[in-house]
């Protein structure tokens, strides 16, 4: 569990686009917080400046009052979920959920506890045998998810995990990723372009336009006017 605050937090690519701009945001231990806004707004560039998958340009970014901005993402020790589930094909679901603990070369009857717990928890305990090819949408994105579970890490980051799947699939993926939320009780930084899902999904919303934070309050408090 972690506590995530960007401070100042500014990204200016190297062909000069200012992505983000001057972003202040305290994320509390066990928050979660979508990230909501129109396409090009800098959602995934923030994400990926907290993941340290992109340089920070100005600014300072704390995990638990630490500064990280010079840490490499495996320092950092934040799981991200992305849109496109980036399964290996050839493995099982067990192996995909475990691949991560077994390049850390932990022993295999841990391993083999984490990912049986990680899929009690996301409904897949009959997959575990399958290959990613045999398996629908919404249980595609739960692997991955199980995946960065099974790490226990000290935060998750997602970027529009549900945009790929079908409506109805959205709906019940809305309710699962509450309840696993709720139940590890991780800070969680959510970023998606759906009013539905920022509506309902976290504790705090904070909508971003043009590289800027505009508002920032719980869903109550900025959808129920
Ligand atoms: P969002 O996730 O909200 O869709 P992004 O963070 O992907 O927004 O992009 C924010 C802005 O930064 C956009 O204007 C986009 O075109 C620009 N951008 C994103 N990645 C790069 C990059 N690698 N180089 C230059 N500009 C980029
Ligand atoms: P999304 O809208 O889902 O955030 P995009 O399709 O905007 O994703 O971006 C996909 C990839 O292209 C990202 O890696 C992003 O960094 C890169 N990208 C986006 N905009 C630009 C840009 N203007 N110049 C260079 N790369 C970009």
């Given amino acids: 569990m972690a506590e995530i605050v960007l401070e100042g ?3 200016r690519y190297p062909d000069g686009a200012v992505a983000v701009k001057d972003v202040n945001l305290s994320v509390g231990d066990g928050e979660f917080v979508i990230l909501v806004g129109p396409s090009g707004c800098g959602k995934s560039t923030t994400l990926n400046m907290i993941a340290g998958l ?3 340009t100005e600014g300072t970014l704390r ?3 630490q500064v990280v901005n010079d840490k490499t993402p495996k320092d950092r020790d ?3 979920v992305f849109q496109s589930y980036a399964l290996y094909p050839h493995m099982s679901v067990r192996d995909n959920m475990g691949f991560a603990l077994r390049l850390a070369k932990v022993d295999k009857a841990t391993i083999r506890e984490k ?3 990680a899929a ?3 409904d ?3 997959h575990l045998d399958r290959k990613p090819a045999n398996l629908s949408g919404g249980q595609r994105q739960r692997v991955a998810m199980g995946r960065a579970i099974v790490r226990d890490p000290k935060a998750f980051l997602m970027d529009e995990p549900l945009s790929n799947l079908d409506a109805k699939l959205r709906v019940q993926m809305r309710t699962q990723i509450s309840r696993l939320q709720q139940r590890l009780g991780s800070t969680t930084i959510y970023v998606t372009h759906d009013q539905t899902e920022a509506m309902t999904l976290g504790d705090r919303v ?3 336009r043009g590289g800027v934070v505009q508002q920032i309050g719980t869903p109550q408090h900025l959808y129920d006017q």
């Fill in 115 to 117: 990912v049986e717990e």
């Fill in 9 to 11: 937090i500014t990204k």
């Fill in 63 to 65: 995990i638990d009052g």
């Fill in 124 to 126: 897949l305990t009959e």
């Fill in 120 to 122: 009690r928890i996301l």
């Fill in 78 to 80: 934040i799981a991200m």
């Fill in 206 to 208: 904070v909508v971003m």
């Fill in 54 to 56: 992109e340089d920070i």
